[in-house]
């Protein structure tokens, strides 16, 4: 079983400061994780995902993820925030790369851009 | 098209009806998921298709749910007798194949009056 706990539901940053969002995970197998973004009206868009090959991960917007096995972590950061970066932001397990048992999100994080 | 459709974008209906929500892949897309994002809550792995074959249906929320894909295309979830609970955004994703990363559509709105 895995599950993931997203700290905070919602992360105001201004404008050119570190974007930090949190995500730590447990499963009883090595994971796969994911970060995915929602802008407002539209679809999820995977943003990166880690799969053991590196543990820092580089996506798409600038933005990167640690993966540290042994704080059980998958945090998102970005060096500098843009107002565009304002949407609602998922992290995301899966014991199988997304297939057999699809993906457990967490509950999701609001990340605020303050001009 | 070169994302995952889903239709209706919208959809109001009176509570005890039966609501038939469509998802269609990324052509090729040999893997198809079915997600429930309720106010205020995470996303809720419902079910998935191998092609045109579900596995495990133990995701679904109760026996008003059921899925059905035709082929390696167009799936539908139908839910019967719907309830209030039963209001959220209904999220399809298809992947080339299983273990490989999930593409989105953009969700289907359900409000139950």
């Known amino acids: 079983a895995q599950s993931v706990t997203q700290l905070g539901s919602h992360v105001s940053v201004s404008e050119g400061a570190l974007v930090l969002l949190r995500c730590n995970y447990s499963s009883s197998v090595p994971p796969y994780l994911f970060w995915y973004v929602q802008y407002p009206n539209q679809g999820l868009q995977l943003l990166l995902k880690y799969t053991s090959a590196a543990t820092l991960v580089k996506g798409i917007n600038g933005f990167e993820a640690e993966f540290k096995k042994s704080e059980t972590s998958f945090h998102l950061t970005k060096p500098s925030a843009h107002m565009s970066d304002a949407a609602e932001y998922f992290c995301?397990?899966?014991?199988?790369?997304?297939?057999?048992?699809?993906?457990?999100f967490g509950k999701g994080t609001h990340l605020i851009i303050q001009p | 098209g070169a994302g995952v459709s889903q239709s209706p974008s919208n959809k109001v209906t009176e509570k005890g009806k039966d609501v038939e929500l469509r998802c269609d892949p990324i052509?090729?897309?040999?893997?198809l998921y079915w997600y429930r994002q309720r106010l205020g809550q995470g996303l809720e792995f419902l079910i998935y298709f191998q092609g045109n074959s579900a596995p495990d249906k133990s995701g679904l929320p109760s026996d008003r749910f059921s899925a059905e894909r035709t082929g390696e295309s167009v799936s539908t979830l139908t839910i019967q007798r719907t309830q209030q609970e039963d209001s959220a955004v209904y999220l399809c994703?298809?992947?080339?194949?299983?273990?490989?990363?999930?593409?989105f559509g953009d969700g289907t709105r359900l409000s139950i009056l």
């Open positions: 995301a397990v899966s014991d199988s790369g997304g297939g057999a048992d699809g993906l457990t």
């Open positions: 994703a298809s992947s080339l194949r299983m273990n490989q990363p999930q593409h």
């Open positions: 052509s090729g897309h040999t893997a």
